[in-house]
């Protein structure tokens, strides 16, 4: 059967979509070329000609129009194709020219290698940055981030010190850690068929949302970032957990991966509480959960033990997080806020350096709103599993998670995978800094679980275009502007919010 809203895979819109979509791969490719993160050319470089600059008028032609290109095929089979199969051909041929492409809208991957050389040199990454540890290819990392520690844990700094091993150079080790990549992009590929069928929605529209992606596309696959590593650990975690509840080798199994994923980029964390909702057997009851989320923690500590122990690393990765908000721009909502607020404060002659305060505020907020988060699911849950409050729970699910149109395509599943996919939301919206490929996370679990998919394709869709392929961020560029916007943004959205959950007043009688 074809989705609804979505033409046939042989249709003439179907065949469009797909060709127009390599053509968009292939562009950017070229463009990366042209101008994109080569390790020859580092940052401040001056440009041999305008045709192979970053921003010359041929890098950006083929940038733009590729994004463009990409970013439509993308949106125009939102509502997925008529099989898997289809999808998962589509998405692996517009990523073949991005495989030979070299790194595209970030040098972060340069940073990766870095980080690993320094590990297999016998030097503590996380209390030695890059330069001061003497990697012979520091220049080719991003300026801001030469003299930080590692911010990732323990399991990815072995996986870039493996690649740096294998490697043989620079070259070597750039390719390897893009395997590595794809090696996660295809656990997750392979966990998102099980996780669609448990939470009911069509595994078509989920596999084309969660991997089609320009996001995807550019920044996990071309760009190596380890969120594609951390998105496969995550999703097998949870796989597992949906398909084996109240197992407990199953579910120390399952904590594994989750703790696997956190030691690869700590953001996982916040899924962690609603898949020990996910893990209980039966009936939702405070005992269940205490016993089937503790083999799940049990798992998960597990896994940051042992690695920690088996690096030698210890926890030092942990401290090496604070350094990820050293950045400071417009496209992290908390930040603009106290930019705009800084802006208006030099207006009048004063310095109120409010954005340490906006985020700490917005981090704050973050930890309301996961245990928020988490305690609808909780009270949801109990409700769908007590046939005294079958139908009152089916009802509260329906309304409190923006349900599909069908109350009875309410699951249990469902619902731990919706709260945790809007935990992801709120990290990302409410963290100290945004890159594009932060989106990746939230899409991965919306794509499984969110009824109405236009609001999040949008934005992910805009993300696409805030960076030039030699990792310029347009937000830089953009920061006075940008923050207003935002915060402009954010208001309006706030009062509509405030809107619509103000009750109406009482009529009067005439």
Not at 146 to 160: K, Q
Not at 384 to 405: F, H, I
Request: aromatic share 8%; hydrophobic share 55%; proline share 8%.
């Amino acid at each position: 059967m074809t989705a609804p809203g979505a033409p046939p895979a042989g249709s003439r819109s179907a065949r469009s979509a797909r060709y127009a979509g390599l053509v968009g791969a292939s562009l950017l490719a070229v463009a990366g070329y042209l101008g994109g993160a080569l390790p020859d050319a580092p940052l401040g470089a001056t440009p041999v000609s305008i045709w192979r600059a970053p921003s010359g008028p041929a890098t950006l032609t083929c940038w733009l129009a590729g994004t463009a290109l990409l970013v439509g095929a993308w949106w125009s089979m939102r509502a997925g194709a008529t099989s898997t199969r289809w999808v998962y051909a589509t998405a692996g041929l517009w990523a073949l020219p991005l495989l030979v492409a070299p790194p595209l809208g970030s040098r972060d991957v340069y940073s990766y290698a870095c980080q690993g050389w320094t590990y297999a040199h016998g030097v503590d990454p996380y209390a030695v940055p890059v330069v001061a540890a003497g990697c012979p290819w520091s220049d080719t990392v991003a300026p801001i981030w030469r003299d930080t520690p590692a911010p990732y844990g323990p399991v990815f700094v072995l996986l870039a010190a493996l690649a740096v091993s294998l490697g043989g150079g620079l070259t070597g080790a750039v390719v390897l850690l893009r395997v590595i990549a794809v090696a996660g992009l295809l656990l997750a590929a392979f966990c998102l068929p099980g996780l669609a069928r448990a939470a009911g929605v069509p595994t078509r529209r989920a596999a084309w949302l969660a991997l089609a992606g320009p996001l995807v596309g550019v920044h996990l696959v071309a760009g190596a970032h380890n969120d594609a590593v951390m998105l496969g650990l995550l999703l097998g975690g949870l796989l597992i957990v949906v398909r084996r509840p109240g197992r407990p080798p199953a579910l120390l199994l399952a904590g594994v991966l989750l703790g696997l994923a956190v030691t690869v980029k700590a953001s996982a964390v916040v899924v962690v509480p609603f898949a020990a909702l996910a893990a209980v057997h039966g009936r939702h009851t405070v005992r269940a959960l205490l016993r089937d989320g503790g083999w799940l923690a049990g798992g998960l500590l597990a896994a940051l033990l042992v690695t920690s122990a088996l690096s030698g690393l210890g926890f030092g990765w942990v401290g090496g997080l604070t350094h990820s908000g050293d950045s400071e721009q417009w496209t992290s909502p908390p930040t603009a806020v106290g930019l705009v607020v800084d802006y208006a404060g030099a207006l009048a002659g004063r310095d109120p350096h409010a954005v340490p305060v906006a985020r700490t505020v917005a981090l704050l907020l973050l930890a309301g709103v996961l245990v928020v988060l988490w305690w609808r699911a909780w009270q949801t849950l109990r409700g769908l599993n007590d046939d005294r409050l079958r139908v009152a729970g089916v009802e509260a699910a329906r309304v409190a998670w923006t349900a599909r149109p069908r109350a009875a395509g309410v699951t249990q599943p469902w619902v731990a995978l919706h709260g945790a996919a809007l935990a992801l939301v709120a990290t990302v919206v409410l963290s100290p800094v945004f890159h594009p490929w932060y989106a990746t996370w939230p899409l991965a679990l919306l794509a499984l679980a969110a009824s109405r998919t236009t609001w999040f394709v949008l934005l992910a869709a805009a993300a696409a275009f805030l960076a030039l392929p030699d990792g310029t961020n347009l937000a830089r560029l953009t920061k006075a502007p940008g923050a207003v916007a935002m915060t402009a943004l954010l208001l309006l959205v706030l009062a509509f919010v405030l809107r619509r959950r103000t009750p109406p007043g009482p009529t009067r009688r005439s």
